[in-house]
């Protein structure tokens, strides 16, 4: 059965009915939106996942923890807890959970979760489908995989973002 996604526009506002099936390309002035999850131990470091060396985008790469898109009729904590279970086999409820950062890329909109826990990595049963391997990694050791394009490329400033909330315990510093 094929993936679909909602529609938004530049606003980030659904186009009521308008969908469109995952991996086609977007009509200008559409997007889609996706879901990204860091999760964190006591430690401060974040879970960090491998993609496999068979996906079409990025193979290979270290990513933050689990993500995906939002399909079709959910709301993206929906799908963001969704996409934990799926990948990692865990059950975190994200139900009344609204993303710490939501920023824009050229073709949608990105909702980032940042999660405090003390999973180990021995409760983890990765899905052997999407991911090669999981880790723990601290903010230092996903830069210097960024550097050396072992990671997706994010910007280490958005790193630093995530890490900054994560240890301000999003003490308000944003208010």
């Known amino acids: 059965m094929a993936e679909m996604l909602d529609l938004y526009n530049q606003y980030r506002q659904?186009?009521?009915?308008?969908?469109?099936?995952?991996?086609n390309k977007l009509d200008e002035g559409t997007f889609h939106l996706v879901a990204?999850?860091?999760?964190?131990?006591?430690?401060?470091?974040m879970l960090i996942q491998q993609r496999k060396f068979n996906k079409k985008l990025w193979p290979g790469l270290w990513d933050f923890s689990a993500a995906g898109a939002v399909m079709q009729g959910e709301t993206s904590n929906v799908a963001a807890q969704r996409e934990i279970k799926e990948e990692l086999d865990l059950d975190i409820d994200l139900s009344k959970t609204r993303p710490q950062i939501s920023m824009t890329f050229p073709f949608g909109f990105d909702d980032?979760?940042?999660?405090?826990?003390?999973?180990?990595?021995?409760d983890i049963h990765i899905e052997e489908d999407e991911v090669e391997a999981i880790h723990f990694a601290s903010r230092e050791e996903i830069?210097?995989?960024?550097?050396?394009?072992?990671?997706?490329?994010?910007?280490?400033?958005?790193?630093?973002?995530?890490?900054?909330?994560?240890?301000?315990?999003?003490d308000g510093m944003y208010q």
């Open 14 to 23: 659904q186009l009521k009915g308008q969908t469109i099936e995952r991996g």
């Open 36 to 45: 990204h999850i860091c999760i964190f131990n006591q430690q401060g470091e």
């Open 112 to 122: 980032i979760y940042l999660i405090r826990t003390n999973v180990q990595l021995k």
């Open 143 to 170: 830069v210097e995989l960024i550097k050396t394009e072992k990671f997706i490329n994010y910007k280490p400033g958005l790193i630093d973002l995530i890490f900054d909330f994560v240890e301000s315990d999003n």
